[in-house]
């Protein structure tokens, strides 16, 4: 079956400017959870949605934000960009919490200029 | 606050040398725990743990969980050079999304 697909794989963005980023979860999947990755800070949780709902917020500015649609595909987007937002943005999906596994996709490298 | 501290954070070892990784964890809900690898961009599972004190085992690879001292370790024999990578651990909790330590980026050298 077809694994998470997050798109764009890559992206350059201009300081100030927003960007969209997507992710398709796994068929069946209705939790997706969103990570930003810089090195040396590791994951960074940003939230989690389940059902269109967003059940968890990571500790972000209010620039970030996301959505689920009922096709259980979800997309984040920042607004006014910064350059230390420049990272690999990474979604994960899962069935649910707790003792489901989780799959990542293979993450959208933003960077910001 | 939840946390997960995973260390060292950085090794390098050669080919045939056995490394062990550590990961302690302080969250609530605890319902197990997941060990990924990281390579170029997305992180693959690796181990789910729920019980104490039951190895799981996947070729060179092992991991064990004691739940009451509250820490994970993933245990490496043989290395290749094909294992080196971040490697990342992560409770997964009841009702909420996973959190990361920040990692261990192992380095094999031939």
């Known amino acids: 079956k077809a694994g998470v697909t997050q798109t764009p794989r890559y992206l350059i963005k201009t300081r100030g400017q927003q960007v969209t980023l997507s992710c398709s979860p796994i068929?069946?999947?209705?939790?997706v959870s969103w990570y930003q990755q810089t090195p040396g800070q590791g994951l960074q949780f940003l939230f989690e949605?389940?059902?269109?709902?967003?059940?968890n917020k990571g500790n972000f500015p209010g620039r970030f934000s996301g959505r689920q649609f009922s096709n259980s595909r979800s997309e984040m987007n920042v607004s006014t960009l910064e350059l230390g937002d420049s990272a690999l943005y990474l979604c994960?999906?899962?069935?649910?919490?707790?003792?489901?596994?989780?799959?990542f996709g293979s993450g959208t490298r933003l960077t910001v200029v | 606050e939840d946390k997960v501290v995973q260390s060292p954070l950085s090794l390098v070892v050669h080919e045939g040398d056995t490394v062990t990784l550590n990961c302690s964890y302080e969250?609530?809900?605890?319902?197990?725990l997941l060990w990924y690898k990281q390579e170029k961009k997305a992180p693959t599972f690796l181990f789910m743990l729920?019980?104490?004190?039951i190895e799981k085992k996947s070729g060179r690879l092992s991991s064990i969980l004691d739940k009451k001292e509250l820490f994970s370790i993933l245990n490496i024999t043989a290395t290749q050079t094909g294992d080196s990578a971040i490697y990342l651990c992560?409770?997964?909790?009841?009702?909420?999304?996973?959190?990361f330590g920040k990692g261990t980026t192992l380095s094999v050298s031939s």
């Open positions: 068929s069946g999947h209705r939790s």
């Open positions: 969250v609530t809900n605890f319902r197990s």
């Open positions: 994960a999906s899962s069935l649910g919490t707790g003792f489901y596994g989780y799959t």
């Open positions: 992560a409770p997964n909790r009841a009702g909420t999304a996973l959190i």
């Open positions: 949605y389940f059902s269109e709902t967003q059940r």
């Open positions: 729920t019980s104490s004190g």
